[in-house]
């Protein structure tokens, strides 16, 4: 079963804004000492005290430090729950609040999503906790759907219990839609790594449509790693552009080697990207260098193939997979950009990667325990009661904070 989550402090605050420089940041403050802390520390410009808002209401104010000078001059609002201090967003001046706010017995935590929204139901509430954490827009989008099909389910067994085909439906709904969030909130890392020349740092510029990484005929030329973010088929990358891997003297380079085979290790898949036009010395040279890990996992770069030559050799590799049955080749070109997308569906692939889905899926630990005991009801009633214990109420709100 999933744990409770851990009880909230009852004075509480929390920044609602984001971090950094801005006009405005927001600060919401909950608890049953919220009007004790009204009445100390804001006044009207007059001096006198002021009331606080309603819900949907606005005050302004002067916020008063401890010794009664002000701080700020800020504007007041309310929600179901809590009060929100909008004020102007200098971070020296937001972290005096935070300080004025833990001497005053508040404690600092992030806002649960249920509060700063209205749900309609539980799983809305897990929906708008879940968003924020999701890296891509097309993850956001599925999740949205994903919540959205789930309720619509939930709702039609609620209604229509002994439907024909209430077992099918359950049936067909997926299990691992954690591991899938895991996907769309937490960025894969694609090492890629290669001889001098074969042509990563143009492959690397290629795959982000932006010069990323410095392109040159001499070797050596790369030799600290180069990271940079893209998204593919709704997951967020890391693509690691690594130094390249020879029998070299020099320190400085093999330095850099050594850290690309820590790269590898610590990397989801790793792209090897090979010089297809120089045929099976480029595998030969490669595969003699490749003295990481056995279990890393492996897709091949079969690069140049713009030239007649070398897509020769990435055909007949792509057939023969010369780094192992596991490891497929994908003929791509990084100067023409051609092959990119089929190079990137291969590296998820290997990393377990195979789409998301249409069906509606348990995402959260929450999720998991009320689809086992959906699939776990031997009857209408039971099917009924376990659907709406899973739709769960819309969730109330906290005692209300001050008058």
Not at 67 to 89: C, E, M, Q, W, Y
């Amino acid at each position: 079963m999933s744990r409770a989550p851990d009880p909230l402090p009852p004075n509480r605050f929390s920044r609602i804004t984001a971090v950094g420089p801005a006009a405005v940041a927001i600060v919401r403050i909950v608890g049953p000492g919220a009007a004790a802390l009204a009445a100390r520390h804001l006044r009207s410009h007059s001096g006198r005290s002021i009331e606080l808002p309603g819900i949907g209401g606005v005050r302004r104010a002067a916020l008063l430090d401890d010794h009664g000078a002000p701080i700020d001059d800020i504007l007041i609002t309310r929600d179901a729950s809590g009060i929100r201090l909008h004020l102007h967003g200098s971070p020296l001046l937001i972290e005096q609040v935070a300080q004025l706010l833990a001497a005053a017995g508040f404690a600092e935590c992030p806002a649960p999503a249920a509060e700063l929204w209205g749900t309609r139901d539980a799983i809305e509430a897990d929906l708008l906790a879940a968003l924020p954490d999701v890296r891509t827009t097309t993850g956001a989008r599925w999740l949205l759907r994903n919540a959205e099909r789930l309720r619509e389910l939930l709702h039609d067994l609620i209604a229509r219990p002994a439907a024909p085909d209430a077992g099918e439906r359950i049936g067909r709904m997926g299990t691992d839609g954690g591991a899938l969030l895991r996907w769309v909130t937490h960025p894969r890392r694609i090492a890629l790594v290669g001889v001098p020349n074969a042509g990563k740092s143009t492959l690397i510029n290629a795959l982000c449509d932006a010069a990323v990484s410095i392109v040159s005929d001499r070797p050596g030329t790369t030799r600290d790693y180069v990271e940079i973010g893209v998204e593919f088929d709704g997951v967020p990358l890391v693509l690691v552009d690594t130094a390249g891997l020879r029998d070299s003297s020099d320190a400085l380079e093999v330095q850099g080697m050594e850290h690309t085979r820590r790269v590898m290790a610590g990397c989801t898949v790793v792209m090897i990207v090979v010089d297809a036009a120089r045929g099976d010395s480029a595998i030969a040279s490669i595969r003699a260098l490749l003295n990481g890990p056995d279990d890393l996992l492996l897709v091949v770069a079969a690069n140049k193939c713009d030239l007649p030559e070398a897509a020769e050799h990435a055909a007949r590799w792509a057939a023969a997979r010369p780094l192992g049955p596991q490891a497929p080749v994908i003929p791509v070109s990084a100067r023409a950009a051609t092959g990119l997308a089929a190079l990137l569906s291969a590296a998820l692939a290997r990393g377990g990667w195979s789409g998301l889905p249409e069906a509606p899926c348990a995402v959260t630990a929450r999720d998991a325990d009320h689809l086992a005991a959906l699939r776990s009801a031997e009857s209408p009633a039971s099917i009924g009661a376990a659907a709406t214990a899973w739709l769960g109420p819309r969730l109330p709100p906290p005692p209300p904070s001050g008058r």
